[in-house]
């Protein structure tokens, strides 16, 4: 099946500085592509939908200035946590659309555990 | 009230037994219907579908009763392996969007 990988997979910053998180579709296209987040014991939170070559779109109650979101191809999304703060350590996974061809399916990354000291 | 609402468990149970979860969803309009299973510390992984008319895989069974906005799976002679969280997802159409229930953990005893 389609293979989504996240990198990194584990991370730990100081507060105040910011984190990339990388979302590649391995062996498909996606034109969109969608971020997670996840705090322990609670279930996963649609954070933004990324659409390639446009802006991403934003769940309430999440800053688009704190959560950057750049598709900038086909099979990249990128997520950038900027002046990161303790609560924002949590499980960030991305999932991929595939559609096209008689499929539409999405596809999760492994997860980015994100912690911030 | 949340969208899709799961009742989280545990659930201990021993291997062999039969477990049900169960999930209710608020939105009317949703359209499709999904149970994930989550292992601690990953990712959530698509375990079947639902489907109006129920639907079987191996030791699963899925059922969705629109009427009553209702989703359930059935899980027998469970297997250790099978401990881990169960999601309910819905997906609405518009946007393509999946929205998580809570997710109910499963805990199979030996």
């Known amino acids: 099946g389609a293979v989504v990988s996240q990198h990194p997979s584990r991370v730990i910053c100081k507060s105040g500085t910011s984190v990339k998180i990388e979302c590649r579709s391995l062996?498909?296209?996606?034109?969109?592509m969608f971020w997670y987040r996840q705090f322990p014991k609670q279930s996963l939170m649609l954070m933004a939908t990324?659409?390639?070559?446009?802006?991403?779109?934003?769940e309430q109650g999440v800053e688009k200035d704190k959560f950057l979101i750049n598709h900038a191809s086909l099979t990249l999304s990128t997520l950038t946590v900027t002046s990161a703060h303790p609560e924002d350590s949590s499980f960030y996974i991305c999932?991929?659309?595939?559609?096209?061809?008689?499929?539409?399916?999405?596809?999760f990354g492994p997860g980015t555990r994100l912690t911030v000291t | 009230r949340k969208e899709v609402e799961q009742d989280p468990g545990p659930f201990n149970v021993p291997e062999g037994a039969t477990v049900a979860f169960n999930c209710t969803y608020s939105n009317s309009a949703s359209q499709s219907f999904f149970w994930y299973r989550q292992d601690c510390r990953k990712e959530p992984k698509l375990l079947m579908s639902?489907?109006?008319s129920g639907n079987e895989d191996g030791r699963f069974t899925a059922q969705l009763n629109r009427a009553s906005q209702y989703i359930s799976l059935l899980i027998r002679d469970s297997k250790l392996s099978d401990s881990a969280t169960y999601l309910c997802v819905v997906l609405h159409n518009a946007g393509n969007m999946l929205t998580f229930g809570g997710g109910t953990r499963l805990m199979v005893k030996p």
């Open positions: 639902v489907y109006s």
């Open positions: 062996d498909f296209q996606a034109t969109t």
């Open positions: 999932s991929a659309r595939e559609s096209g061809a008689g499929r539409d399916e999405q596809y």
């Open positions: 990324s659409n390639e070559g446009s802006k991403a779109t934003y």
